[in-house]
């Protein structure tokens, strides 16, 4: 890898741990913003994508939040976590037996997540 590479890497790390912090103070416009910027630099690092649709979420933008979620899966197909959020954020847009498809495959892939009864 490059050094311009490793630097662009490094950027965005340091942007999503920042972004984690704001998240944490309840900063979330300036969490969503780092977020973006870090995806901006690394579009491939599921972590980003899957902090973005936590602040999304939060923020009650649930289909911004579902479409981050999937991205991080796509990039990291066993990403319980991922799996287990995208099935709170599509119950809160109504899509019911997506959600407990979401939570199933969180808890078929180990995850503390199991099916809810709805």
């Not at 900063?27 to 599921?46: H, N, W």
């Not at 939060?58 to 319980?80: C, H, N, Q, V």
Request: with cysteine; hydrophobic share 40%.
């Amino acid at each position: 890898m490059s050094t311009q590479g490793n630097i662009r890497d490094l950027n965005a790390e340091i942007l999503l741990r920042q972004g984690r912090q704001y998240q944490e103070a309840l900063v979330l416009e300036k969490a969503l913003d780092c977020f973006q910027r870090a995806k901006a630099l690394d579009p491939t690092y599921s972590a980003i994508h899957f902090s973005l649709g936590v602040v999304l979420g939060k923020l009650g933008r649930w289909g911004e939040a579902a479409a981050a979620y999937r991205e991080a899966i796509r990039l990291r197909p066993s990403y319980t976590e991922a799996y287990s959020n995208l099935g709170f954020v599509l119950y809160e847009m109504g899509l019911d037996s997506e959600a407990q498809e979401s939570f199933k495959r969180a808890a078929d892939l180990g995850g503390l997540a199991k099916p809810a009864k709805i």
